[in-house]
């Protein structure tokens, strides 16, 4: 567990990579507990080196700088097919800015696929390192987010790393 500047945050993780990210509870509750029920088998402790770097750069991000997390590793292993496919498209969205279900579906060949799109990312184990919050509904309009805080959490987020500024999401459609 770790403090940011949207509350306090969580990872877990293998000798891989990190197996889950956890925002802020809005909701109240306790957040360690969550986290763990969230990765089964996980339990607290002092995180390795690429632990705490990585701890660093969502600190950092959610502090304002412009960081895209490439280099934190995940354990990715339970994932593929569709989902897998989708968090590629969405890690490589660079900071402050912003794409559709529509525009990641058609990068993987079929507009048909924006549902499956919504659905992939709604099961993002890892929030803030796969930026699912850069991801918009058709128009800009801010669309799902099934983390901590719904989709006041992803436009707090955007607006940290600068997506809502009219030059950056000119379609965005209000809040």
């Known amino acids: 567990m770790f403090e940011t500047a949207i509350g306090t945050c969580g990872v877990a993780w293998s000798d891989r990579g990190l197996t889950g990210v956890m925002l802020p509870l809005t909701e109240g509750g306790d957040p360690l507990s969550r986290l763990i029920r969230r990765n089964p088998g996980a339990v607290e402790a002092a995180p390795p080196p690429a632990v705490a770097a990585a701890i660093e750069g969502v600190q950092a991000l959610l502090s304002g700088e412009k960081r895209d997390l490439l280099e934190v590793a995940l354990d990715d292993g339970h994932v593929d097919g569709l989902p897998a496919q989708v968090y590629a498209i969405a890690r490589a969205i660079p900071p402050g800015q912003t794409l559709t279900y529509?525009?990641?579906?058609?990068?993987l060949g079929d507009l048909a696929l924006s549902r499956a799109v919504g659905q992939a990312l709604g099961a993002n184990p890892w929030p803030i390192v796969v930026p699912c919050h850069r991801i918009l509904a058709a128009g800009g309009k801010k669309g799902g987010f099934s983390a901590p805080g719904g989709a006041d959490t992803k436009l707090r987020m955007l607006e940290i790393e600068g997506a809502l500024a009219p030059d950056t999401?000119?379609?965005?459609?209000?809040?």
């Open 169 to 175: 999401l000119p379609l965005f459609g209000g809040r």
């Open 102 to 107: 529509g525009d990641i579906a058609r990068r």
